[in-house]
């Protein structure tokens, strides 16, 4: 006899908290959207295709920056230029720079400022 | 050729020494993002989905750059050379894949890729990339490939071969008979001011490596 009342009180307490849970659920659109931002979010597949050790990869800054790049004009390259070397040219306003893709495989990257415009040199 | 200004922020870059899809990565010091050198896009930090501006580049040979631009300046030989990372690295790789290059042209909504194996019979290749007209040049003895837009002002030009020089690729406006460096997209005969042609912006790309990083973007030759 007992043992149903204990019971019957148990099913009133569970329904009527389940029912204040609803009722508090979906009258807080806070709760609702705090549900929302813990789930953890999706990985983003094209970082899993990331490689960060192994045969090709590097340290962080093995490679340095030629931050302060220095040019030779035509005349002074005469003995370190070839003619096949192949370079990347560029035009900026009238102005004529050429990257040997040779010393960008080495460095990869050269800081540069021309006409104004901040440039990143890569190969 | 990157342009190192996103959202108005001027950034400086480091080398990350990760690879996505066998392009380098690089990182920006100001907030660490994460950026990939093939592409210049923003993968993963402050601007994620952002991409880097462009510019046209021209790749050729030192003696063509300098008989076109007489006027140019070179970088200096770097002091500093990391020669073990030569031998052992990405060269030695793409060497064992018989690396090809083609040369990349970006329109500002599609982009799209010219093998040089392709262009090396073709000194002219009129094509179109959507609504976008591409005047492709390509001078075999320097393996120079260049990328123009042939219209000026309101006319569109279509240009016949005139004659592959040492150092240029002659070809002829067939209306007027105006005669254009190829590889300058400069008027050469005519009237002054004699027109330039605006170049779009170009790289030169592994072929094999661009589905990956532009996947559905067109081959120029494949079907």
């Known amino acids: 006899m007992s043992g149903k009342i204990v019971i019957a009180i148990a099913v009133l307490v569970g329904t009527a908290t389940g029912a204040i849970a609803w009722w508090f659920h979906s009258s807080n659109p806070d709760a609702a ?37 220095e040019y030779l004009a035509v005349d002074e390259a005469d ?6 070397e192949v370079v990347i040219g560029l035009e900026i306003d009238g102005e004529y720079r050429a990257y040997p893709i040779n010393y960008l495989n080495d460095h990869e990257l050269v800081r540069e400022e021309i006409g104004g415009l901040p440039l990143l040199v890569s190969w | 050729m990157y342009v190192r200004r996103v959202q108005e922020t001027t950034l400086e870059f480091g080398h990350r020494g990760w690879l996505l899809d066998e392009s380098f990565i690089f990182y920006d010091k100001e907030f660490d993002s994460l950026w990939v050198q093939a592409t210049g896009r923003c993968i993963a930090g402050k601007f994620k989905g952002q991409q880097l501006p462009t510019l046209p580049v021209t790749h050729t040979t ?24 030569k031998r052992d690295g990405y060269e030695v790789y793409y ?17 799209k890729l010219y093998p040089l194996e392709e262009l090396q019979a073709r000194p002219i290749v009129q094509d179109t990339l959507g609504d976008h007209v591409v005047l492709i040049v390509f001078h075999t003895p320097s393996q120079t490939a260049v ?27 067939l209306n007027s008979g105006v005669v254009w460096s190829g590889l300058t997209g400069r008027a050469i005969s005519g009237d002054d001011p004699r027109p330039q042609l605006r170049q779009y912006r170009t790289t030169q790309f592994v072929v094999f490596n661009w589905p990956k990083h532009f996947p559905g973007s067109p081959v120029f030759g494949m079907p």
């Open chain 2, 147 to 173: 990328a123009f837009d042939p219209t000026v002002g309101v006319d569109r030009m279509a240009f016949e071969l005139v004659e592959v020089t040492d150092t240029d690729v002659l070809i002829r406006d």
């Open chain 2, 95 to 111: 060497e064992e894949q018989g690396t090809k290059f083609g040369l990349a042209v970006f329109a500002p909504d599609r982009q």
């Open chain 1, 79 to 84: 003995g370190w230029m070839v003619e096949d």
């Open chain 1, 33 to 69: 959207a705090k549900t929302v931002s813990i789930a953890r979010p999706e990985p983003d597949p094209l970082l899993r295709r990331v490689v960060s050790s192994g045969r090709m990869a590097r340290p962080r800054d093995f490679f340095r920056v030629i931050t302060q790049p």
């Open chain 2, 62 to 85: 030192w003696g063509e750059w300098r008989a076109l631009h007489p006027r140019t300046l070179v970088l200096a030989k770097p002091s500093l050379r990391i020669a073990e990372y």
